[in-house]
T-cell receptor
């Protein structure tokens, strides 16, 4: 079966711009979680969506937002980009929180 | 706030050696998961342990969940260069909680 698909794979943006990242989960998985990974902070939880509702939220500023559609596809948006937002953004889908399947991530570089 | 610590942070060993990686917390987890991540890719789930004292074996990898469900270990026997990667432990307090990750152990196996 198809895995978790994240698009785009790489992105370069300028400070102050906004960006939207997309994630298509494994078919049948209703939970989608987003993480930010940086060398200094590791994997930091952004938010989790389940059946179009945000079920959990991490400690990120309001510039970071997300949503989930009825087909379980999810998007995350970052507005007013800062240099510190440069990171690998990972999406994971699951049936339960006992094990995730991750996508390959979107590498965002803010210049 | 739940936190997961991992030790050691870095490990460089010769092919054929054995090693153990530790994952610790002061909090109780309903489950602990171990992932391996290669550069530029998303983490891949290796195992999930859910019962205190549980031991799971995956070929040369042995995973143990502490009796109190606050810690876990990963033991690799006769390490091979293909074992090189970032090993991450992750857990959630309940089945509906967000899953948090430890900072990871970067393993390098030298041929």
């Amino acid at each position: 079966k198809a895995g978790v698909t994240q698009t785009p794979r790489y992105l370069i943006k300028t400070r102050g711009q906004q960006v939207t990242l997309s994630c298509s989960p494994i078919s049948g998985h209703r939970s989608v979680s987003w993480y930010q990974q940086t060398p200094g902070q590791g994997l930091q939880f952004l938010f989790e969506y389940f059946s179009e509702t945000q079920r959990n939220k991490g400690n990120f500023p309001g510039r970071f937002s997300g949503r989930q559609f009825s087909n379980s596809r999810s998007e995350m948006n970052v507005s007013t980009l800062e240099l510190g937002d440069s990171a690998l953004y990972l999406c994971a889908s699951s049936l339960t929180n006992y094990g995730y399947t991750f996508g390959s991530g979107t590498r965002l570089t803010v210049v | 706030t739940q936190l997961l610590e991992q030790s050691p942070q870095f490990l460089s060993i010769q092919e054929g050696e054995n090693l153990t990686v530790y994952c610790n917390s002061s909090s109780v987890f309903s489950s602990l998961q171990w992932y391996r991540q290669e550069p530029g890719e998303g983490p891949v789930l290796l195992v999930t342990v859910v019962t205190g004292g549980e031991v799971k074996k995956l070929k040369r990898l042995t995973f143990q969940f502490g009796d109190a469900r606050k810690d876990s270990s990963l033991h690799i026997t006769a390490a091979q260069p293909g074992d090189t990667g970032l090993y991450l432990c992750a857990g959630a307090g309940t089945s509906y909680d967000k899953v948090i990750f430890g900072p990871g152990t970067s393993l390098s196996v030298i041929p």
